[in-house]
Protein backbone atom coordinates (compact mmCIF):
# COMPACT_ATOMS: atom_id res chain seq x y z
CA UNK A 1 0.00 0.00 0.00
CA UNK A 2 1.56 3.53 -0.79
CA UNK A 3 1.80 5.90 1.50
CA UNK A 4 2.76 9.45 1.31
CA UNK A 5 3.55 11.22 4.97
CA UNK A 6 4.03 15.04 4.84
CA UNK A 7 5.09 16.62 7.52
CA UNK A 8 7.05 20.52 8.35
CA UNK A 9 3.88 22.52 7.93
CA UNK A 10 3.46 25.20 11.02
CA UNK A 11 2.72 29.10 11.41
CA UNK A 12 5.74 31.30 10.23
CA UNK A 13 5.87 34.99 10.30
CA UNK A 14 5.92 36.91 6.43
CA UNK A 15 9.26 36.50 5.01
CA UNK A 16 10.02 33.77 6.78
CA UNK A 17 10.88 29.90 5.47
CA UNK A 18 9.51 26.49 6.56
CA UNK A 19 10.84 23.48 4.66
CA UNK A 20 8.20 20.54 4.31
CA UNK A 21 9.16 16.84 3.34
CA UNK A 22 7.07 13.81 2.36
CA UNK A 23 8.57 10.44 3.02
CA UNK A 24 6.68 8.08 0.51
CA UNK A 25 6.04 4.19 1.37
CA UNK A 26 4.93 0.83 -0.52
CA UNK A 27 6.35 2.06 -3.86
CA UNK A 28 9.47 3.42 -5.32
CA UNK A 29 8.93 6.73 -7.29
CA UNK A 30 12.36 7.45 -8.71
CA UNK A 31 11.43 7.69 -12.24
CA UNK A 32 7.57 9.54 -11.64
CA UNK A 33 6.92 13.21 -10.68
CA UNK A 34 6.99 13.77 -7.01
CA UNK A 35 5.71 17.24 -6.03
CA UNK A 36 3.55 19.44 -3.87
CA UNK A 37 -0.04 21.20 -4.36
CA UNK A 38 -1.68 23.50 -2.03
CA UNK A 39 -5.40 24.61 -1.30
CA UNK A 40 -6.60 27.54 0.74
CA UNK A 41 -9.68 27.97 1.85
CA UNK A 42 -12.81 28.71 -0.80
CA UNK A 43 -10.21 28.03 -3.45
CA UNK A 44 -9.56 25.49 -5.84
CA UNK A 45 -6.05 23.41 -5.33
CA UNK A 46 -3.14 24.59 -7.15
CA UNK A 47 -0.28 22.99 -8.53
CA UNK A 48 2.72 24.13 -6.40
CA UNK A 49 6.33 22.44 -7.35
CA UNK A 50 7.42 18.82 -8.97
CA UNK A 51 10.97 17.36 -9.46
CA UNK A 52 11.08 14.85 -12.36
CA UNK A 53 14.18 13.20 -13.70
CA UNK A 54 16.86 16.40 -12.21
CA UNK A 55 14.16 18.58 -13.60
CA UNK A 56 11.75 20.99 -10.94
CA UNK A 57 8.51 22.58 -12.22
CA UNK A 58 7.27 25.08 -10.50
CA UNK A 59 4.04 27.16 -9.93
CA UNK A 60 4.02 31.00 -11.44
CA UNK A 61 2.95 32.13 -7.70
CA UNK A 62 5.88 30.33 -5.74
CA UNK A 63 9.15 30.54 -8.59
CA UNK A 64 12.20 31.89 -7.00
CA UNK A 65 11.05 31.61 -3.67
CA UNK A 66 10.46 28.43 -3.25
CA UNK A 67 13.19 25.17 -4.22
CA UNK A 68 11.98 21.62 -4.28
CA UNK A 69 13.86 18.75 -4.10
CA UNK A 70 14.21 15.14 -3.93
CA UNK A 71 16.44 12.19 -2.49
CA UNK A 72 15.27 9.03 -4.85
CA UNK A 73 17.17 6.94 -2.24
CA UNK A 74 15.12 7.86 0.42
CA UNK A 75 12.02 7.91 -1.67
CA UNK A 76 11.38 11.95 -0.38
CA UNK A 77 10.68 15.03 -1.17
CA UNK A 78 11.29 18.20 0.13
CA UNK A 79 10.02 21.91 -0.55
CA UNK A 80 11.89 24.59 0.60
CA UNK A 81 9.92 27.50 1.42
CA UNK A 82 11.34 31.10 1.84
CA UNK A 83 9.89 34.93 1.56
CA UNK A 84 6.71 33.34 2.44
CA UNK A 85 3.62 35.55 2.12
CA UNK A 86 0.08 35.73 3.56
CA UNK A 87 -1.34 34.40 0.52
CA UNK A 88 0.82 31.19 0.63
CA UNK A 89 -1.38 30.46 3.17
CA UNK A 90 -2.70 27.34 2.85
CA UNK A 91 -2.88 23.13 3.22
CA UNK A 92 -0.27 21.58 1.48
CA UNK A 93 -0.35 18.57 -0.37
CA UNK A 94 2.51 16.18 -0.99
CA UNK A 95 1.86 14.01 -4.59
CA UNK A 96 3.47 11.30 -6.85
CA UNK A 97 3.30 10.04 -10.11
CA UNK A 98 1.79 12.74 -12.10
CA UNK A 99 2.85 15.27 -15.12
CA UNK A 100 5.20 17.57 -14.08
CA UNK A 101 4.35 19.88 -17.42
CA UNK A 102 0.84 19.73 -16.98
CA UNK A 103 0.32 19.07 -13.60
CA UNK A 104 -3.44 17.41 -13.53
CA UNK A 105 -4.44 13.77 -12.87
CA UNK A 106 -2.43 12.27 -9.75
CA UNK A 107 -2.00 9.45 -8.67
CA UNK A 108 -1.42 9.49 -5.05
CA UNK A 109 -1.88 11.94 -2.74
CA UNK A 110 -0.32 12.36 1.13
CA UNK A 111 -2.53 13.98 3.87
CA UNK A 112 -2.21 18.14 3.85
CA UNK A 113 0.02 20.31 6.22
CA UNK A 114 -1.30 23.56 7.18
CA UNK A 115 0.78 26.39 6.21
CA UNK A 116 -0.24 29.33 8.01
CA UNK A 117 1.64 33.29 7.36
CA UNK A 118 0.42 35.65 9.54
CA UNK A 119 1.51 38.87 8.94
Known amino acids: QVQLVASGGGLVQVGGSLRLSCAAS????????MGWFRQAPGKEREFVAA??????YYGDSVKGRFTISRDNAANTVYLQMNSLKPEDTAIYYCAADFNAVAPRRVGFWGQGTQVTVSS
Open 51 to 56: ALLGRS
Open 26 to 33: GRTFSSYA
